[in-house]
């Protein structure tokens, strides 16, 4: 089992963070590089609400944090990492960039994930001219401390040996590894979520609902089912005792009617983005960003929390990944204890002894 010992991170932004903040709580040792003089503090705020959902999620205590730095350079940063999360805004220059610098800088053997969210790794290892075979897509969502899934897409100079060990790796911080069997822009998350997006944004353009409206409409309703189960095992469910085949021969025909715009876009100007922006505002403008990422988090916690305890308690989907991943949390923070204790234990002991022997010598 391939497991991180010292872990880079290329960017700090939502998503690096998220990164950063899973690898510290597992114990991992994260040296980060992001030229953001904010970066600090930004990773810090992600780190606050990472912590606080890992304390509901192991209320019986913690491994021992990992130790982060903040390095000046990608050299300093990636110098003796086995395991490189590049996570830069998305355009390929800066990817080609960033990542031909970490090839030349990371030991050979070192696994380098990027958290692009569609761009193909053949278009960005061709920057990296010593190990381009060592480069996979690693692709999360956010937040990515609490969230598991994580896309592994190769490339066309990608060694299967490279892939399988990120399995691994990505396996052992708690996460639920896919491997993307054809390299595709965009992958299968982001497939969907595009699809789904682009019909929500006719939606609200054509006056059909409001953003408030279409959200309550998902997480009300089938958002609850996709928690779960996914789309197909819904609709398996949905065609009866017959499953599937019923289900496909009934609503099928559907297909060929003009019910969605997926093939279109509505022009992206700002009338469109003042009208969801401002509809957005309405629906959500008394909290904060903070404030809802706190909400957020609770309810990924508790909604893992619930399925973990489904399935006669082996736990359900997420929820039985949730359930594995804690136990181990919990016995990474047992084994930290108990080796704090034996090492008290020790030192207190060796004055001890050599009261013994003196005494003893004393006596002779």
Excluded at 105 to 132: C, E, F, L, R, Y
Excluded at 315 to 337: C, E, R
Aim: proline residues 5%; aromatic residues 6%; glycine residues 8%.
């Amino acid at each position: 089992m391939s497991t991180i010992v010292k872990a880079a991170a290329i960017g700090g932004g939502v998503i690096g963070a998220g990164w950063v903040a899973r690898l510290l709580l597992n114990g991992i040792d994260v040296s980060i590089f992001d030229p953001d003089p904010e970066a600090s503090r930004k990773v810090a705020e992600v780190m606050k609400g990472a912590r606080r959902a890992y304390k509901q999620m192991v209320p019986g205590g913690l491994p021992k944090e990992g130790k982060l730095t903040f390095a000046k350079t990608i050299a300093e940063a990636v110098a003796d990492a086995d395991f490189i999360q590049e996570s830069v805004p998305e355009r390929l220059d800066l990817k080609h960039k960033v990542l031909a610098e970490i090839d030349l800088h990371a030991p050979a053997n070192a696994i380098v994930g990027s958290s692009t969210s569609g761009i193909k790794p053949s278009d960005m290892q061709v920057a990296m001219k010593k190990h381009p075979e060592r480069l996979v897509v690693g692709h999360p969502f956010n937040p990515v401390y609490l969230l598991p899934i994580v896309e592994i897409v190769g490339g066309a100079q990608t060694f299967p040996e490279a892939i399988e060990v990120a399995k691994e790796i990505y396996a052992s911080i708690g996460m639920k590894p896919v491997v993307i069997r054809k390299e595709i822009e965009a992958f299968v998350g982001d497939r969907l979520l595009e699809a789904a997006w682009r019909e929500a944004l006719w939606l609200i353009k054509d006056g059909i609902c409001t953003v408030e409206e279409l959200d309550d409409i998902m997480r009300y309703g089938f958002g609850l089912r996709w928690a779960q189960m996914g789309m197909f095992q819904v609709y398996r469910i949905a065609g009866g005792e017959a499953g599937m085949r019923h289900f496909m021969a009934q609503f099928g025909p559907c297909l060929q009617w003009p019910w969605t715009k997926l093939t279109n876009v509505p022009e992206f100007n700002d009338e469109l983005v003042d009208l969801i922006a401002g509809q957005s505002d309405d629906q959500s403008q008394k909290w904060s960003i903070r404030e809802l990422e706190k909400i957020r988090d609770d309810n990924l916690v508790a909604i893992m929390d619930a399925l973990s305890k489904q399935n006669k308690g082996k736990g359900w989907g997420a929820g039985a990944l949730h359930k594995s991943y804690t136990k181990q949390l919990a016995d990474l923070a047992s084994m930290k204890t108990k080796t704090s204790a034996a090492a008290a234990k020790a030192k207190a002991s060796k004055p001890v002894k050599k009261a013994v022997k003196k005494t003893a010598g004393k006596k002779g």
